[in-house]
C-alpha cells in the first residue's frame, strides 16, 4: 500500500455559469523518500493538485488516502490536524510573515506541538542553523536576499517534522546559484526519509528529484522514474502535534501590535477619548459628592440621623407629629442602630429679645448629636434654659463682637400651635445663651428638657416630634440603616418613618448629582460609540491588509479558531492601552483641576477612584472585544487559497 495515493480526482471550477475542468481523473502513488517533481505549463492544474494533496480543497470528487485512510470525509478541524502534522509549505513568494523575525516565522510551526517554549527555541535554531541563516535568526523578512528567505520557508516546513513536503514553485524567484541551494536542501529532505512535492514548470528542477509526473490538461501524460525512492527509516516523532494555545495567539497578536505600533498609538488615541470623557465625569461626579458631603458633615453628625414621622396631611397637627416610647423603642431595635434620643423641631420659629433687640429665629431645634460640638466657635452646648445661636443672630446682637453675647440672658419666645384649640400660642423663657455656631446655616438649639418645661409650664402637651438616631460604624453604614428605617410600615401598612433634616437633604442633594453625573457619562459615552466604529473599521482593514497572513497560517494548520483569536487578542490589546493611556490622561487632568480648586475651594472637587479607572479599563477591553467579533469572524471565514493567492 502506498504512503500517499490520488483516486480519480476530479475537480471543476463554475465562471459566469459555464463549468471547466481542471483536473480530469488523477491516479497517483506516492512513498515516502521520493523528490517528486509535478512538471506543467501555468493553467495546467498543478497548483489545484498540490492544495488538494494539503488538505486545503476538499471540493473534489475522488480520494486521497494516507496509509489507506481517506481524507475526503476529514472534519475542516481534521484536516487542520492533518496539515499540521502532515504537510509542510516552501511557497514560490516565500510567504513569510512581514511582522514576525526569521526565528519567530519558524516558530510559528512550532506553536502547534507539545515542546516546551525553550524545546520551541532550541528547534528553530536548529533548524536555522541547518539551511544556513544562523547569524541571521533576529533579522526580519526585508532585511534577507529572495535565496535566504526561500531558506526560512524551508525551515519553518520542516519545523513540525511533517512526512511531507509540498513545494510550490520553489524555485521560481531565485537566480541559478540560489535554486541549486534550494534543491540540493530539498533533495536533503528526501534523503531524510520524508516525500517531497516540488509543483514546477521548470524542467531543470524536474530533473533534480527522483520522479517527473507531467500533467498537462488535467490529466497525467507522463510518470517517469529518475532513480529510486531514497531509503526509509521508521523512527517515532521526537513530539506531537496540536492545537496552537491561546496563549500562543496572545503572542502573536502581540508581535503584530508591536510591528504597527505607531498606527497603533493613534488608535489607541482616538479610542481613549471616550474613555478619558467618562473617567473625567465619574471622578467629578465623586468629587462634587465629596465637596457637598464634606460642607454639610462639617456642620452636622453624619451618623446621627433624624427620624420622623410619615404624616399623610398637608398640615398636620402636633399631635399627628407626636412619636413615642413605642417608636423610640422600634428604632432601638433595628441593627446598626447605637441610641435613640428624643427631639423637638419648633416648625413655627421664634424670637430671641435683649432689651429692645429682637432677633428673629426661622430654625429652632433641640440639641444633639446631628450637630457637632466642634461647630461651637465660642461657648458651649446648651444645658438647661441655655440656647446656642449661629453666628447671624449673634452679629444681629452684637455687630462689632458677636462672640461677646456668650454669657448674655435674653428672652426666648416660641411660637407653638396646641393641640386641643390649634390656636396659636406664644410661650416664653429666659435662657442665657451658652455659645454661638461658627455657621450662618446651622439651627439655633436649647436643651429636650428647656422645651419640655417650657410647654409643662403653658400646660402645652409636648413629646418629639422627631428621634435623634445614633448609628454604629463609618458613614457608610448610615444609607443601609435609613433603608431599614423607611422599609418600617404602621398599621395600615405605609410608610412609617421618613428621614428629615440635613440626612435627607445630603441623600437628595447625592442624588440629583448622580443624575447630572449620568447625564454627562451618557453624553461623554456617545464617544465610545465612535471609538467602536473606529476599531470595527480599523480591524477590517487590517483583515483585508492580512488575508496572505491568514492563508500562511490556515496552511500551516492553523484553526479558524485561532484566526478568530488572533484578532480578538490585537483588539483587546488596543483596548487595554487605550484605557491605560485614558487613565494616566485623567489622572494628570486630576492634579490639575484639584490644585486649583485646591487653592479656590480647599478641596479636591474632582477625585477618580481606583473603581472608575477600572471600571473605565473593562469598558474599553469589552467595547474591543464586541467590535472585533466581525472582523474576527469574517477572517475565520477567509478562504486560505483564496489568500494565499492574493498580492
Keep these: 500500500m502506498a504512503y500517499l495515493q490520488l483516486q480519480d480526482i476530479h475537480k471543476s471550477y463554475q465562471v459566469d455559469h459555464q463549468e471547466f ?55 475542516a478541524k481534521e484536516l487542520d490536524q492533518y496539515r499540521r502534522s502532515t504537510i509542510g509549505f516552501v511557497f514560490q513568494s516565500f510567504n513569510l510573515i512581514s ?4 526565528r519567530d516565522n519558524v516558530l510559528v510551526s512550532l506553536e502547534m506541538t507539545n515542546l516546551s517554549h525553550h524545546e520551541q527555541l532550541q528547534r528553530a535554531d536548529h533548524l536555522l542553523d541547518q539551511v544556513g541563516l544562523s547569524d541571521h535568526k533576529n533579522k526580519y523578512p526585508n532585511q534577507l536576499s529572495g535565496g535566504q528567505k526561500q531558506r526560512v520557508s524551508i525551515a519553518r516546513a520542516l519545523a513540525s517534522d511533517p512526512d511531507i513536503i509540498i513545494a510550490d514553485e520553489p524555485t521560481g524567484a531565485l537566480d541559478a546559484e540560489n535554486t541549486d541551494e534550494i534543491l540540493q536542501l530539498l533533495n536533503q529532505i528526501a534523503k531524510d526519509g520524508k516525500l517531497v ?61 508591536r510591528y504597527n505600533l505607531k498606527r497603533n498609538l493613534l488608535i489607541m488615541f482616538g479610542a481613549a ?22 460642607e454639610i458633615y462639617s456642620q452636622i453628625n453624619p451618623n446621627t440621623i433624624q427620624v ?25 431595635n433595628i441593627a446598626g442602630v447605637k441610641h435613640v434620643a428624643p427631639g423637638y423641631f419648633a416648625t413655627g420659629g421664634g424670637q430671641l429679645k435683649s432689651g429692645q433687640q429682637t432677633v428673629t429665629l426661622s430654625l429652632l431645634q433641640t440639641f444633639d448629636n446631628t450637630l457637632r460640638k466642634s461647630s461651637i466657635k ?47 400660642q406664644v410661650l416664653q423663657q429666659e435662657v442665657t445663651i451658652s455659645g454661638v455656631a461658627d455657621s450662618n446655616n446651622l439651627p439655633d438649639a436649647v436643651s429636650y428638657g428647656t422645651l419640655k418645661a417650657m410647654h409643662q409650664a403653658a400646660n402645652v402637651p409636648f413629646g418629639p416630634n422627631y428621634l435623634a438616631v445614633d448609628i454604629t460604624g463609618g458613614v457608610q453604614n448610615v444609607q443601609p440603616v435609613q433603608n431599614k428605617i423607611k422599609a418600617l410600615d404602621n398599621s395600615k401598612h405605609k410608610q412609617a418613618y421618613q428621614i428629615t433634616g440635613a440626612g435627607s437633604i445630603v441623600s437628595i442633594l447625592n442624588t440629583y448629582v448622580n443624575l447630572a453625573v449620568a447625564v454627562l457619562t451618557s453624553i461623554a459615552a456617545i464617544s465610545l460609540l465612535v471609538s467602536a466604529i473606529m476599531i470595527i473599521v480599523v480591524l477590517y482593514i487590517s483583515v483585508s491588509e492580512r488575508t496572505k497572513e491568514i492563508g500562511i497560517l490556515r496552511a500551516l494548520g492553523f484553526s479558524k479558531g485561532n484566526i478568530r483569536k488572533l484578532f480578538i487578542f490585537e483588539a483587546v ?56 467579533l466581525l472582523p474576527a469572524r469574517k477572517a475565520a471565514k477567509v478562504d486560505p487559497i483564496v489568500s494565499l493567492s492574493a498580492e
Design 21 to 75: 475542468h481542471v483536473l480530469n481523473g488523477i491516479n497517483l502513488a506516492f512513498e515516502r523518500g521520493e523528490f517528486v517533481s509535478i512538471l506543467g505549463e501555468s493553467g495546467g492544474g498543478k497548483t489545484t493538485l498540490m492544495n488538494i494533496i494539503a488538505g486545503l480543497d476538499s471540493q473534489y470528487t475522488g480520494d486521497v488516502l494516507l496509509n489507506g485512510k481517506s481524507l475526503k470525509r476529514d472534519t
Design 99 to 102: 511582522h514576525l523575525t526569521i
Design 197 to 257: 512535492i516540488a509543483v514546477t514548470h521548470s524542467q531543470v528542477v524536474a530533473n533534480y528529484g527522483t520522479r517527473i509526473v507531467h500533467l498537462a490538461n488535467g490529466l497525467i501524460d507522463d510518470d517517469r522514474v529518475l532513480k529510486p525512492a531514497y531509503p526509509v527509516e521508521n523512527t517515532q516523532k521526537p513530539f506531537r502535534d496540536k492545537v496552537a494555545s491561546s496563549r500562543s495567539m496572545a503572542t502573536m497578536a502581540w508581535h503584530h501590535f
Design 273 to 294: 477619548i471616550g474613555i478619558f470623557s467618562v473617567i473625567l465625569m465619574l471622578g467629578l461626579g465623586n468629587g462634587t459628592k465629596g465637596y457637598i458631603n464634606h
Design 308 to 332: 420622623a414621622k410619615n404624616v399623610n396631611a398637608d398640615n398636620p397637627t402636633p399631635k399627628e407629629t407626636r412619636l413615642t416610647t413605642h417608636d423610640q423603642k422600634r428604632l432601638a
Design 378 to 424: 465660642a461657648g458651649h452646648a446648651p444645658k438647661q434654659n441655655e440656647i446656642l445661636i449661629s453666628k447671624k443672630e449673634a452679629k444681629q446682637l452684637n455687630k462689632n463682637h458677636p462672640n461677646q453675647v456668650v454669657g448674655q440672658k435674653v428672652t426666648l419666645y416660641l411660637n407653638i400651635a396646641n393641640d386641643q384649640t390649634q390656636a396659636p
Design 573 to 628: 490589546f488596543l483596548g487595554f492601552f487605550s484605557a491605560l493611556f485614558a487613565i494616566v490622561l485623567a489622572y494628570l487632568v486630576e492634579w490639575g483641576v484639584d490644585s486649583l480648586s485646591q487653592s479656590g475651594i480647599h478641596y479636591h472637587i474632582m477625585q477618580i477612584s481606583v473603581g472608575n479607572a477600572i471600571f473605565g479599563l473593562a469598558i474599553s477591553v469589552i467595547i474591543c472585544l464586541l467590535a472585533a
